[in-house]
Structure formats: structure tokens, C-alpha cells
């Protein structure tokens, strides 16, 4: 266990002597009763949100979730100051809200199965389950269905826009049900993001695993970046297990074919001071 100070001042957290983690507080639960009666662990996430563990839903974003009893029983937990995009050992910088404020609309009329997030710039489409694999079959499924209702096309050309702008990660693989994404921007007229790197370069350290199984392929891409960030900045083993969990961004490169690639980065601006020499 790893204790940190948290400058709210500067918006970061001393992770390691010299490394500096970005703060971006959010909670890690928000979500609504199930439909199923009787007592439940809230650890899985599911339809009715929970335990998301997406660190976009900052201040100034908006939950769309299904609502499946009278009363919706809207719970919230789990908050943190930062995390990485795949949260592989189950932590991020752990923390607690001085102040926690929610606004609460309840929307007529409205039918979807999965729910969704509205950020000032961009919605979120979410795919989980218990295989990470099955969950990026539902986060494509959500999202082709999201850009038909949004662009009135077909689900061809949806499935092409989808492709086209595809920006997908990770949000957490601990949860029991493990947890996918897509950013989907607004305008139309947001170009596609650049190619994801498949080596290291001046500004991130880059590790690619791929495989027919997306879990394995976020095994290999996470556990590389370990050893990588553990041998370039001479750390030891569980503090770069640690700092991958907080700080790494884990993302789904464009699946075109039987294998699928995950892409996982660090930032080298989190450093800085220089590595110690050996």
C-alpha cells in the first residue's frame, strides 16, 4: 500500500519521488439499482452502471442510465483522484470527496440498453462483461446502434464511422465484468485520430500485445509495459505495477481482421527527474 499526497493546489499527486501524476477526480461508482430483487456485491458493473470505473466521467460530463425500479435508488462510491484506462491491479490514486454533487433528471421516453456519457465534446458508448472479448463485441454493437440514432444512417454506414473514428479503450479489467469504450465526437466534422504507436516515442512509452483474444492481448500489452517502465526508469517491480494502474491509458487499436491489438502508453512527462543510473 502506497500512501500519496495530493496537491489540489497544482492538480497532482507525488506518486514517486520525481513522478507526478496528473489528478482527475471522479467516482468510480454512480449507478442505479439492478432490476433483479435481493442483495448483490457491488463490485461487478452492468446496464444500471455501478462500478464503472471510466475516468472520463469528471465534473462537467452526464450519465444516461436505465432506470429498472421505482425510484431509480441512485448509489455512488468509490472515489478516486486519478486512474489509468484499464486499472489492472484493481486501485487508483484512492481517495474521498470533500463534496459531491449530482444533479439528478429524469428523461421520458428514452429506450437504451447500455448506459451512456456526455462530455462537453463527445458521448461514450460502453461495452462490458465478464470476457473482455464479448465486451468489445458489445461496445461495437453499442456503437454502431448510438451513430444510426445520432446520423439517421443505415448500419453500414454506421459501422464505416465507426471505423473510421475509432478511439477505444479500456477502462478496467478487475471488476469481475471488465469494462470497454468508445469516444464518439459530437462534430461530425472531428478528424480521425492519428494511428496508435507501436514503439516508443519522444513523448510515451508504448508497449502492443496482440491476439484473437482481447484479454490476452491487454495481459501482454499491460504486463510489457511493467517490465518496460520498470527497466527504463529503474523502478521496482510493484511500484511500476502500481503506476501502470494510475497513469497507463490502455487502447483497442481498430479490429480489422481475427486479432486484435491493445496499445498501451505512459506518459514520459509524468518523470522528471532522470532515471537512476544503474
Known sequence: MRFVYLDWDKKEAEFLPGLFVPLRPFPGVLGVARAEPGRYSTVPPGRYAGNLDIR??????????????????????????????????????????????????VIKGKSFEWPRI??????????????????????????????MEQRHVSAAEAERIMMQGWDCRISEVVDIV??????????????????????ETATDYVTVSSNTDLNKAMDGASMAMINLI????????LDAYGLASVAMDCRIAPPTGSDVSVHCLVPKSLWRTAARAQ
Not at 124 to 147: H, M, N, Q
Not at 182 to 195: G, L, M, Q, V
Open 56 to 105: 472520463e466521467l469528471t465534473a462537467g460530463t452526464s450519465l444516461y442510465v436505465p432506470v429498472f425500479v421505482k425510484g431509480a435508488l441512485l448509489w455512488a462510491s468509490d472515489a478516486h483522484a486519478a486512474q489509468g484506462n484499464g486499472e489492472i491491479n484493481l486501485t487508483g490514486i484512492e481517495t474521498a470527496f470533500r463534496e459531491f454533487n449530482v444533479t439528478v433528471e
Open 118 to 147: 456526455e462530455t462537453p465534446t463527445h458521448w461514450l458508448t460502453l461495452g462490458y462483461d465478464e470476457d473482455l472479448t464479448k465486451a468489445l463485441g458489445i461496445l461495437k454493437s453499442e456503437t454502431t446502434k448510438f451513430i
Open 178 to 199: 471488465k469494462g470497454t469504450f468508445c469516444f464518439n465526437p459530437k462534430d461530425a466534422r472531428t478528424r480521425p485520430p492519428a494511428p496508435l504507436p507501436n514503439k
Open 230 to 237: 520498470a527497466e527504463k526508469r529503474k523502478l521496482d517491480r
